[in-house]
């Protein structure tokens, strides 16, 4: 049974920063690109960031490029988010999920989701 918990969520205020954590188990991590989302009340869901299975490559969407970074540790089976100078726009519900197999986040990669996490809360203050 595959399980992807998400942490490190929290309450921050403008420009401080967040690193957000996904664990993943029941499947075989390091094959896996791994991704995360996020979305905000009455909102759409929003691709936020791609890590391909090899780790070697990233991709960020225009709004979080620059200030957010994804990395994973596959001796861990751990995705995460390093988050910084961080805006009240920012706020949402951000969930991990377990994409394409020996996939580099090429073309639709936010398409390609195989495993979900239930997300994890980020508030950030103005």
């Known amino acids: 049974q595959v399980q992807v918990v998400e942490s490190g969520g929290g309450f921050v205020q403008a420009r401080g920063s967040l690193r957000l954590s996904c664990t993943a188990s029941g499947l075989t991590f390091g094959t896996y690109a791994m991704g995360w989302f996020r979305q905000a009340p009455g909102t759409s869901r929003e691709e936020v960031s791609c890590i391909s299975w090899t780790g070697g490559t990233s991709v960020y969407s225009d709004s979080v490029k620059g200030r957010f970074t994804i990395s994973r540790d596959d001796a861990k089976n751990t995705l995460y988010l390093q988050m910084n100078s961080l805006i009240p726009e920012d706020t949402a519900m951000y969930s991990c999920?377990?994409?394409?197999?020996?996939?580099?986040?090429?073309?639709?990669?936010?398409?390609?989701?195989?495993?979900w996490g239930q997300g994890t809360q980020v508030t950030v203050s103005s």
């Open positions: 999920a377990a994409l394409g197999s020996y996939d580099y986040c090429s073309g639709s990669w936010w398409r390609k989701i195989n495993y």
